[in-house]
T-cell receptor, first 113, second 110 residues
Framework: DTGVSQNPRHKITKRGQNVTFRCDPI?????LYWYRQTLGQGPEFLTY????????KSRLLSDRFSAERPKGSFSTLEIQRTEQGDSAMYLC???????????FGQGTRLTVV | GIQVEQSPPDLILQEGANSTLRCNFS?????LQWFHQNPWGQLINLFY???GTKQNGRLSATTVATERYSLLYISSSQTTDSGVYFC????????????FGTGTRLTIIP
C-alpha cells in the first residue's frame, strides 16, 4: 500500500471556474477526511465519510463545495464558482476508525487567479 | 469544540541542541497525533500518542491525558528537523475530526 494519494498536486484556476480533486485512501480504511490549510495556519476540518456516508460537514463547507465517496472507496471534492479565498492546500486523510491514527496525503494546492 | 494550543510558535536552535515542543488541549482526547509538515506541504506522522510515552530514534513524545498536554522532544537536532510541527487532537464526543494547533516552526541552524 502506498498510502493516501491525492490528485492533482497543484491546480491553478481562474475565478469562477469549477475544480475537482480526488483522494484515494489507504485501501482498508473506512474513514476518509477532507481538511483545508491556509498559509500560516493548521489544517481545518471540512468533512468526513464513513464508508460512502458523509457524516459531518463543517460550517467552512459552503454550498459551493460538495464531496462524494461513491462505493466507499475514493473521494472527490468539488468547488464550484471558485473564489480567490478558496486558494489553499486541500488535504485528505484516512483512518481505520474513530480515534485511530489518521494518515494524510500529499495535498492539492489550489491557486485561484 | 476542543481547543489546541502549541508553544512556542517559533524556535531557532543550533544544530545538536535539544528541543521541547508543547501541545495543550482543552478536553479529554481519544486521539493525539504529532506531525511534521515537509516543505511540500505533506503531513508526516511522527507519533500517535493519546496517552503515555513513545520513542522513535531521536524523537520522543509524552502525553499526560489527565493534565491535558503533550510534549514532543527532539534530541541532537539536525538541519533536516527544520519545519513546522503540528499536534492534533480528537475527542471522544460526537464528531471524529482532528483539531490542529497552529504549529511550531522549528529552524535548526548549522
Amino acid at each position: 500500500d502506498t498510502g493516501v494519494s491525492q490528485n492533482p498536486r497543484h491546480k491553478i484556476t481562474k475565478r469562477g471556474q469549477n475544480v475537482t480533486f480526488r483522494c484515494d485512501p489507504i485501501s482498508e480504511h473506512n474513514r476518509l477526511y477532507w481538511y483545508r490549510q491556509t498559509l500560516g495556519q493548521g489544517p481545518e476540518f471540512l468533512t468526513y465519510f464513513q464508508n460512502e456516508a458523509q457524516l459531518e460537514k463543517s460550517r467552512l463547507l459552503s454550498d459551493r463545495f460538495s464531496a462524494e465517496r461513491p462505493k466507499g472507496s475514493f473521494s472527490t471534492l468539488e468547488i464550484q464558482r471558485t473564489e480567490q479565498g478558496d486558494s489553499a492546500m486541500y488535504l485528505c486523510a484516512s483512518s481505520l476508525g474513530h480515534g485511530l491514527e489518521a494518515f494524510f496525503g500529499q495535498g492539492t494546492r489550489l491557486t485561484v487567479v | 469544540g476542543i481547543q489546541v494550543e502549541q508553544s512556542p510558535p517559533d524556535l531557532i536552535l543550533q544544530e545538536g541542541a535539544n528541543s521541547t515542543l508543547r501541545c495543550n488541549f482543552s478536553d479529554s482526547v481519544n486521539n493525539l497525533q504529532w506531525f511534521h509538515q515537509n516543505p511540500w506541504g505533506q503531513l508526516i506522522n511522527l507519533f500517535y500518542i493519546p496517552s503515555g510515552t513513545k520513542q522513535n530514534g531521536r524523537l520522543s513524545a509524552t502525553t499526560v491525558a489527565t493534565e491535558r498536554y503533550s510534549l514532543l522532544y527532539i534530541s541532537s537536532s539536525q538541519t533536516t528537523d527544520s519545519g513546522v510541527y503540528f499536534c492534533a487532537a480528537g475527542t471522544n464526543f460526537g464528531n471524529e475530526k482532528l483539531t490542529f494547533g497552529t504549529g511550531t516552526r522549528l529552524t535548526i541552524i548549522p
